[in-house]
């Protein structure tokens, strides 16, 4: 490069770390020597050097089309779902890509403990992995606004002699905890084992929370230390797990950005884009919708859940892919029905009649023209059919997700009670045609001065209300369950002119 190497009494100057490696460009900094920047401007403005100044972070980054990020695979940050990449991260990173007008490359390391080196080597641009915001973090990488708090928890299984407090652990002889080796865990143990000495930990090698939460699930580990966020979703799936404390102080958490120095443009961009998707409170919807699970936690049912699931719905499972083939529902809402259902139980009868996985009555399976309801593919299928019926009697200007609730509403009670519940929804000044509105008014139809205003009456209105509640639970914990089920690559390409 014709600066750094060319001139005969060009001096680097104290602050090095101004300019850019070599190759990469020039920069006419304010502390080159005044005679020596005189005259590098003479020489650039006659043309005999051309120097021009090197492009922002964020520049580059428009210049290459493609925004780099590493993340982990979480249900919590990022996975392929069935219908491709999802997670809450992934959406964010994929919103600041749109934003850009980049594509995103997304990929996760072998291990977590390498996530900031991807930073460091540039071989990422940001670490979206839902990282928390650490002394030792700060002093190797920038972060943008944090846009969550969580807490670590301790976690063990259910059974095992309780302890309730950092001085137990620590008494404890033998004990097998493992945390994530590179993680916030690891910092924060090595800060609590000042005070308390006889603390042991492993750090393991793995990409995945969910392994060392299944380490202790199976006994392979007696402890583990998580996320808070972690373990909310993480108990769904492994009920017999369970927080037992807090250890320390909540956390921030946030991007982690390559560090370039004088070079705030990424930082900025990042900090504009959650300042934007904070004023239009898109952000905790958008950790609402995959975080919190729909309806209470109930230790009993998700434990009856995960076994049905390993021990009932395999035998179904294509019967549902094939019915959601047919009705274009999605295959994993249809066994969520079958399971609010039936608990996926071919052989279940209602004291009213209904009868086989889907419960249909007698009535319905006539008017679908299904032969036997308690086989298993045609009450299924029926039941599929059953409920495109009623969706398709919502009226087409209702969006999703609410047309389907409001069809699983009608399915359950019966599409006269929930049109008369629509009517009185809009009677108080309600929407009609928000789920969530109708979901308030459908109780009113057993109080007769609501009811009595309408044209079908009566009804059990909190039946349908529990029915959705489940079904959207059920629906949500078969996402999470199903996730990154379809396609293994542990990388993915996806963004404007690149196809996964
Ligand atoms: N927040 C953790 C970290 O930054 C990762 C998640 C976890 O280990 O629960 O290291």
Excluded at 261 to 274: G, I
Excluded at 327 to 335: M, Q, V
Aim: hydrophobic fraction near 40%; include cysteine.
């Amino acid at each position: 490069m014709a600066l750094a190497t060319g001139g005969g009494g060009w001096r680097k100057p104290a602050n090095a770390g101004r300019y850019t490696p070599a190759g990469a460009g020039c920069r006419l900094g304010a502390e080159a020597e005044p005679s020596l920047r005189h005259l590098l401007i003479i020489l650039a403005c006659s043309g005999l050097v051309t120097c021009s100044q090197t492009p922002s972070l964020l520049a580059q980054i428009q210049a290459l089309g493609e925004l780099r990020v590493v993340t982990r695979n979480s249900l919590t940050t990022y996975y392929v779902g069935l219908e491709g990449p999802m997670g809450p991260e992934y959406e964010l990173a994929r919103g600041l890509a749109d934003q850009l007008g980049v594509g995103l490359y997304i990929y996760t390391p072998d291990s977590f403990d390498t996530t900031l080196a991807e930073l460091i080597s540039n071989r990422a641009h940001v670490a979206a992995a839902g990282l928390t915001v650490t002394p030792a973090r700060r002093t190797r990488v920038d972060f943008g606004p944090p846009y969550g708090e969580v807490y670590p928890q301790l976690v063990q299984r259910l059974g095992a002699p309780q302890v309730r407090s950092l001085e137990a652990l620590a008494a404890l002889e033998d004990v097998r905890l493992q945390v994530l080796a590179g993680s916030s865990h690891v910092e924060l143990l090595e800060r609590l084992a000042k005070l308390h000495p006889t603390l042991h930990w492993e750090a393991v090698q793995t990409v995945d929370v969910d392994e060392l939460l299944s380490r202790v699930a199976n006994g392979d580990a007696d402890f583990t230390l998580v996320d808070s966020s972690e373990f909310q979703v993480a108990r769904h799936l492994y009920p017999e797990l369970r927080a037992v404390f807090d250890v320390g102080e909540p956390e921030p958490v946030a991007w982690a950005l390559t560090r370039r120095r004088n070079d705030p443009s990424l930082r900025e961009a990042v900090s504009r884009y959650f300042a934007a998707l904070e004023a239009e409170a898109e952000l905790a919807g958008l950790f609402q919708r995959y975080l919190e699970p729909v309806g209470d936690y109930d230790y009993v049912s998700t434990r009856a859940f995960v076994t049905h699931f390993d021990t009932r719905l395999p035998k179904y499972r294509d019967y549902f892919h094939a019915a959601a083939t047919e009705t274009g529902f999605d295959w994993r809402l249809l066994a969520a029905v079958g399971y609010q259902e039936s608990h996926w139980n071919p052989k279940a009868v209602s004291p009213t009649g209904v009868r086989g996985i889907m419960m249909l009555t007698q009535r319905t399976a006539n008017a679908l023209e299904i032969e036997d309801r308690v086989d298993p593919f045609q009450s299924i299928m029926g039941g599929a059919r059953y409920l495109a019926q009623q969706h398709a009697r919502i009226p087409d200007r209702i969006p999703e997700p609410d047309r389907t609730w409001l069809a699983l509403a009608a399915y359950n009670i019966g599409w006269g009670h929930l049109e008369d519940a629509r009517v009185l929804t809009e009677i108080n000044g309600a929407d009609p045609d928000s789920w969530a509105d109708v979901r308030d008014h459908l109780p009113l139809l057993t109080q007769r001065q609501w009811y009595s205003r309408v044209r079908r009456g009566f009804a059990r209105g909190w039946q349908p209300v529990h029915y959705v509640d489940n079904i959207q639970r059920y629906y949500q914990v078969l996402q999470w369950m199903t996730a990154g089920e379809q396609i293994a690559e542990e990388e993915l390409i996806a963004g404007p002119g690149r196809s996964p």
